[in-house]
């Protein structure tokens, strides 16, 4: 029976997917919580299976749950045990829910760094894409840290499906590891040239994405990105290249005087609107930055505008919004192009949509003018009538105060007819916005000196209307403007019309009703009317009347004093007293008036936000330093049990630490900034050094901008504000008229009313002039304020960390962290093992050489980073056609070159850079390890290391031949064509029982002549090898660098030593006199193995063979560069042809350019065009067909020996095939 | 960068939920649901950009939608990403969505196209569809869209290609409804008495003999 219902149950349980669960859920709809819980503990059942396919469909339901809101995290550990799955099907599933749930808190996290690592290296590129793309949503620093390098490598993944992927990931990875970015930034940036849109798009994306960040570190990628956008047809490359380009223009003027063309061009042809709209955007931003002087500015203007008219014109509402976007950014720097389709952005604040009238608000912002500010506002306050809906109306509202208020006033007039449109305002009922409106009160009340008197009147009516009263029962805010009406007019009091008026209305029973804080500023004002009044009675010798007042004091405060709000309260009861004193003092007919106004003497003056910011700190005073020594420090703790007997003596240990331990004090400093950094609710201090001014006190100092214009205005009684709009017309044509007749009198003489700013001034701006004399009293600031505004940059900003600059050589630290040991399987092809061994051991010269080569590094070094800036600024400076990009010529060191030779430069960078960092720490690590060889785990990886080998083992360039010929869709291959083989440049050179010599020689188009001939050097023996010395023969046409001082027959010593087992890569230098032909250099290596019975002399001797081939330097060419060479006809011509090849022709190719240094020109079907260059500037190109069974080479060199043997070397490779 | 992709009906009920960002279980549900009575109240004959973002991001974030019959695709994107270029990968996207579930069961299609280029979704099958065993489908198919927040391919052949390529490889292997049923007839044979033992040995390696040619 039991098992029964066991057996029932795990049927059930068994029997639902997916489709169950959801449809289960629909049909629980009332209790669906339940229902789900229920699953919940399905679930759990199911994932204690050990079945994975039922642990995959649990957790496929879970996945399904946690978009429902569950939190699945409790799950993480069966998540990973399901990614883990052999099965495509279950890892799918199992990455899609690690994609959704994972995160940087989740902890079982870190269990995944080598499933990731296996997956990402998996056969099945589905594997590794589902790989990557999981990872992009929950990578980790730690996940970033570890698997950079094995990203890095699927960059150049044979199928652009995985390239694509690992592209994108990088950013990921960028923002998490942070270091990573300079080493696998040679290698993204080789993918914008990709041949597979997807992955230059990919790699665009990256790109854009890290410079919007920081756009300085990419200004010297602008010539390729320039490129791209004059040749690629991919609509969505060139949104992101020419929004990038956005981002850089404001920092390079030049950039932008080059853009505009080729974007107007775009402008006019294209017939997406996305790319019209972003070209467009651009546009304004070159316009933005460039600051005037360009002869087609205007034009360019001109079409802007006129293209987003179209666009707002048009009956879709996508287009208008973002017409109006851009013409808000347009606005900014030209307003007048913007202000003439005032009409068309006027209709659309009637639009339906509320998204498009917002953006037409914005957009009014910055059109209005002296002239139109009234105009627009009235337009504006029609539609807070009608608008429906709180959000709007609140929008229009700020947008009114926002336009009026701009720039310190600077548009209104009239300040009678700005106090009557925010008291207009206050009728609006359930604004949240009640103390903007309050704020602008207070404003310009205090700073408008002229406008005061009319302000009081206007607020003392505000006081006295109801209807702010009644509303503040409602909850809402426009009860704030009680706040400022009451302040004012206690303030002013001295300009109210009846004060005693006023009084009463503020003493009013149900002013109790209102906020606390508005309560308390009646109270408080009410003493300064109350003041003004006493004075105004004793001064007309109206004793009666003074002590009616002081009565009517004493009667109404009580309600204040009983209200619940504290500071009403205290004020109240000390005013209340301070009335009864004087009712007192009024009894014995003692004057009071006096005193009493003596308590508000003097005129509060504005003050800034910012000024208890810009406070300098004064000299001698030490923000950070502790008022109070903290107690739980442990050094001052030892002394404390002494001290409770003596308490004089106390002090002085406590002070002595402070004073004679500065270091402890440091660093006590530096916890303490530590914590304050954390801290919000510290204010920091700046940190610049304090400058003194000359410091005077008094109210004389505050700067008064002031403009003395014509007769004010006095409009008695409640205003509406529309009769301004009628009087300011008349009064402006007015002055009008006064200006022309003063202008026949005096032409040509200064113009009438000084700005009041610095704002730029529009012709119909200077004609009108403000109706009162204002003075608008600037806000105060502490004196010697701080001049520099602080740059509040939040230090917290993931981006910041990848402000890096990029075009620095890598520094020996820097490369990515290498997983060291993999876990161990058979190795199949000891050969190729050595050879990463090789390179992570490579170079440990001894310190004198690597000091003499560092140094000329370095100057390599510098020598290129100035070309570099010298090839932008080359780039910049010249006006090439248009349209097609510049296009290398590899006979001449052309500026056409630079954007090449510049990411050739870097790439060698990398590379040496790569070498030279990896002895010290890994090799020293090495020397310890087992001296078995290494073992790898997949097959997969074998294909993958190679090429990254190549890349690293090839000659100077070859990385950039590595990007050249990807452009081709030879080395990557398209997606049904079979993975390369794996293949190594290094070849045997000599080898006994102590040790295997495997050799590489690599032409360097940077040193004349010369090459490199890097040799491995494998100990086999279980001695320790030690004293190497390298001699070589020097021919008449070969010979080999030595250290300066010693003769030709000395040898050159190899700087280190083998323990056994291990290799190392040393390099020679040799200069070659004629390089048409082959060379062959007798050598011996000597050395002295020493190991437990004692040390042995041995030689073993080789023979160095220089091939023509490796005399090449695989150089990039472009099919027009190529063309025009083989136009030239100074090239002679000779071909070989090899039969019985069964190799496909990619892996024919490939051969060729890895074994020959040639580069892939331009294939079609079975035919490609390759070239090459040899270390002395001979040009070879060849052309390569394969036939049925066959494949013939024909060859063009402008030497014909050396093309010869050329092709004799290659026939013997290809023989081989 | 894309900060979420959201999928919802006209009810609010959630069909894809994809945040690019960490947000907890609940902050997700509540950004659903605002974004969802944000889109509500607009018609559709007005413009599909909002500047809502207060919910995910600053003011650099907008929310750029389009509303397909019964259905709402929201993408909360950033300043980085053209507003025109995100619809029409919307449209890609509901295209590719279209097609694949066209090719994959011809029994109903989710979308279908009429003459006047608009999009209507059969609602019947819709729910059937849509909700169930397609819910990862469609997951799998925005992964070859967008990824980690940055749009991965344009090309909806491409994605088409790519997905069906995977979808063959998981029907190579049996798929995930054949596994659990084959599984669950497993365990049925599985001779009873054995479980209960087993589980009250607390032995947690327990191997059942008949499972291990379906794992």
Not at chain 1, 1163 to 1168: E, F, G, Q, T, Y
Not at chain 2, 38 to 45: E, M, S
Request: charged share 30%; glycine share 4%.
């Amino acid at each position: 029976m039991a098992l029964k219902m066991v057996k029932g149950s795990i049927d059930r349980m068994f029997d639902k997917n997916l489709q169950d669960l959801v449809r289960g859920i629909r049909n629980h709809k009332e209790d669906e919580a339940k229902y789900i819980s229920q699953c919940i503990d399905e679930i759990k059942q199911e994932l204690k299976q050990d079945n994975i396919a039922v642990k995959a469909n649990a957790v496929c339901k879970l996945t399904y749950l946690q978009m429902l809101g569950y939190d699945i995290s409790w799950a993480a550990f069966n998540i990973i045990e399901v990614m883990s799955a052999s099965k495509f099907t279950f890892k799918r599933i199992g990455y899609l829910a690690a994609s959704q749930s994972f995160h940087e808190g989740t902890d079982v996290i870190m269990l995944t760094t080598n499933q990731i690592r296996k997956d990402l290296s998996s056969p099945s590129q589905y594997d590794t894409g589902v790989a990557l793309t999981g990872l992009s949503c929950f990578v980790t620093p730690d996940l970033a840290r570890d698997l950079a390098n094995d990203i890095m490598t699927l960059m150049s993944h044979t199928k652009p499906y995985i390239r694509k992927k690992a592209v994108l990931i990088m950013y990921k990875v960028f923002l998490k590891y942070p270091e990573s970015l300079r080493p696998a930034f040679p290698r993204l940036k080789e993918k914008l040239e990709d041949p597979d849109p997807g992955v230059q798009s990919a790699a665009v994306n990256v790109i854009c994405e890290l410079a919007r960040r920081n756009p300085k570190n990419y200004l010297s990628l602008a010539p390729l990105f320039f490129k791209l956008m004059t040749s690629s047809t991919n609509n969505w490359v060139l949104i992101k290249i020419i929004k990038l380009f956005g981002a850089l223009t404001p920092l390079e003027p030049r950039l932008g005087k080059k853009l505009i063309e080729p974007l107007t061009n775009l402008i006019h042809s294209t017939s997406a609107m996305s790319l019209l709209y972003e070209c467009v955007n651009t546009v304004i931003a070159v316009l933005i930055s460039l600051s005037s002087g360009m002869p087609n500015h205007s034009a360019s203007i001109q079409l802007c505008v006129q293209k987003l008219r179209i666009l707002i014109e048009d009956s879709d509402q996508n287009l208008k919004y973002l017409g109006l976007l851009a013409m808000s950014k347009i606005l900014k720097t030209h307003p007048k192009s913007v202000q003439s389709h005032k009409d068309l952005i006027l209709q659309c604040l009637d639009d339906k949509d509320e998204s498009i009238r917002l953006r037409a608000l914005d957009l009014l912002y910055g059109m209005v003018s002296k002239k139109n500010l009234m105009e627009i506002v009235k337009k504006l306050m029609t539609h807070v009538d009608k608008a429906e809906g709180t959000t709007y109306r609140d929008e229009l509202l700020t947008k009114i105060i926002d336009i009026c208020s701009q720039s310190n006033y600077q548009y209104i007039t009239n300040f009678e007819w700005y106090i009557s449109i925010l008291v207009e305002l206050t009728r609006l009922e359930g604004t949240r916005h009640g103390h903007l409106i309050a704020a602008q009160m207070l404003d310009v009340a205090i700073r408008v000196k002229a406008i005061r008197k009319f302000a009081v009147s206007q607020m003392s009516s505000l006081l006295d209307s109801a209807h702010l009263l009644a509303s503040s029962t409602q909850r809402n805010g426009i009860c704030e403007v009680l706040y400022a009406a009451a302040w004012i007019c206690g303030e002013f009091s001295e300009h109210l019309q009846e004060p005693h008026h006023t009084l009463e209305a503020m003493l009013r029973p149900k002013v109790t009703t209102l906020p606390g804080h508005i309560q308390a500023v009646y109270v408080q004002n009410v003493v300064k009317l109350y003041a003004s009044i006493l004075q105004q009675k004793e001064q007309a010798g109206e004793a009666e009347g003074a002590q009616a007042v002081t009565q009517l004091m004493v009667d109404r405060l009580p309600q204040f004093v009983q209200s619940a709000d504290l500071e009403v309260q205290e004020r109240a009861s000390c005013i209340l007293q301070l009335v009864k004193h004087i009712q007192k003092l009024q009894a014995k007919d003692v004057p009071v008036a006096e005193e009493v106004s003596a308590l508000f003497a003097g005129e509060l003056n504005p003050v800034a936000p910012k000024a208890q910011k810009k406070v300098p700190v004064p000299e001698g005073l030490d923000l950070d330093a502790w008022i109070n020594e903290p107690l739980s420090d442990s050094e001052s703790e030892d002394e404390r049990p002494r001290a409770v007997f003596h308490e004089e003596e106390q002090r002085r240990p406590k002070h002595r630490p402070s004073e004679a331990d500065e270091e402890e004090l440091a660093r006590r400093r530096e916890a303490r900034k530590q914590e304050q950094a954390n801290n919000p609710f510290y204010i920091k201090s700046s940190p610049s050094p304090q400058k003194r001014y000359q410091d005077t006190p008094g109210v004389e100092h505050i700067p008064v901008v002031q403009i003395d214009l014509s007769v004010p205005l006095k409009v008695p009684g409640l205003p509406m504000s529309d009769q301004y709009v009628k009087l300011e017309e008349e009064r402006r044509h007015q002055q009008k008229l006064e200006k022309d007749k003063r202008r026949k009198k005096r032409k040509e003489k200064e113009k009438k009313g000084k700005r009041r700013h610095g704002s730029l001034p529009t012709e119909s701006d200077e004609d009108i002039a403000p109706a009162q004399q204002v003075d608008i009293v600037t806000e105060e600031m502490p004196e010697n304020a701080l001049p520099s505004d602080e740059d509040d940059k939040d230090p917290n900003d993931p981006y910041r960390a990848l402000d890096i600059d990029l075009d620095k050589p890598l520094a020996d630290s820097e490369k990515l962290p290498i997983q060291k040991h993999r876990n161990a399987e058979t190795s199949k092809s000891p050969e190729k093992e050595d050879v990463p061994v090789a390179e992570k051991k490579s170079k440990k010269p001894k310190k004198k050489e690597k000091k003499h080569k560092e140094k000329g590094r370095d100057k390599e070094k510098k020598k290129e980073k100035e070309k570099k800036a010298a090839d932008l600024d080359f780039w910049l400076s010249t006006t090439p056609p248009p349209a097609p990009a510049p296009a290398p010529v590899p006979s001449t060191e052309e500026a056409g070159v630079n954007p090449v030779t510049a990411s050739k430069d870097e790439c060698e960078d990398t590379k040496t850079e790569a070498q030279g960092e990896e002895d010290g720490a890994e090799g020293q690590e090495q020397d310890k390890k087992s001296p078995k060889p290494r073992k790898k785990k997949h097959k997969k990886e074998k294909e993958e290391r190679p090429k990254g080998k190549k890349s690293k083992k090839q000659p100077p360039g070859s990385e950039e031949a590595a990007g050249e010929a990807a452009r081709e869709p030879v080395q990557n291959g398209a997606p049904e064509e079979e993975p390369l083989p794996p293949e190594s440049s290094y070849s045997l050179l000599a080898e006994n029982s102590y040790i295997k010599m495997t050799c590489d020689v690599r032409g360097s188009l940077q040193e004349d002549s010369q090459v490199t001939v890097a040799i491995v050097l494998e100990n086999r023996s279980n001695s320790v090898l030690k004293g190497m010395e390298l001699s070589v023969l020097d021919s008449l046409n070969a010979r080999m660098a030595r250290p300066q001082g010693s003769s030709v027959h000395d040898g050159v010593p190899v700087p280190f030593q083998l323990p056994p087992g291990v290799s190392n890569e040393a390099q020679f230098v040799f200069t070659i006199q004629s390089v048409v032909t082959a060379q062959k250099l007798k050598g011996t290596l000597s050395f002295i193995a020493k190991n437990d019975e004692g040390a042995t002399q041995e030689k073993l001797d080789f023979r160095l063979h220089f091939s023509c081939s490796s005399y090449l330097v695989t150089t990039p060419c472009y099919s027009d560069a190529f063309a025009k060479l083989l136009e030239s006809g100074d090239l002679s011509m000779s071909s070989v042809k090899v039969d019985g090849i069964q190799l496909s022709f990619q892996n024919l190719l490939a051969k060729i350019c890895f074994h020959h240094h040639f580069s892939v020109v331009e294939r079609v079907d079975s035919c490609a065009s390759m070239y090459s260059r040899s270390i002395q500037g001979h040009h070879v190109c060849l052309l390569v067909k394969k036939g049925e069974n066959s494949v013939s080479v024909d060859g063009k060199c402008s030497d014909p020996t050396l093309l010869s043997n050329l092709l004799e070397e290659m026939k013997a490779t290809l023989a081989k095939c | 960068m894309i900060q979420a992709i959201l999928v919802f009906n006209n009810h609010g009920k959630p069909r894809l939920v994809r945040f690019y960002q960490r947000f907890p279980e609940e902050i997700q549900q509540q950004i659903v649901r605002e974004t969802f009575h944000l889109v509500l109240k607009r018609d559709d004959n007005i413009c599909n950009f909002l500047e809502g973002g207060s919910l995910i991001g600053g003011s650099d974030y907008k929310l750029i939608y389009r509303h397909y019959a019964t259905l709402y695709f929201v993408f909360c994107v950033d300043s980085s990403e053209s507003e025109l270029g995100i619809l029409d990968l919307i449209q890609v996207f509901v295209e590719t969505l279209d097609k694949c579930f066209e090719n994959v069961c011809e029994l109903d299609l989710i979308f279908h196209m009429d003459k006047c280029n608009c999009w209507v979704i059969d609602e019947a099958s819709r729910r059937k569809k849509w909700e169930a065993q397609r819910h990862q489908q469609v997951h799998y198919i925005l992964q070859e869209v967008v990824m980690g927040g940055m749009v991965l391919e344009t090309n909806m052949n491409e994605i088409v290609a790519q997905i069906e390529a995977q979808n063959r490889l998981e029907k190579s292997e049996g798929g995930l409804s054949a596994a659990p049923a084959r599984a669950v007839s497993a365990v049925k044979n599985i001779n009873l008495p054995e479980i209960p033992r087993n589980i009250n040995i607390g032995d947690l390696n327990i191997k059942v003999p008949n499972l291990s040619q379906f794992v």
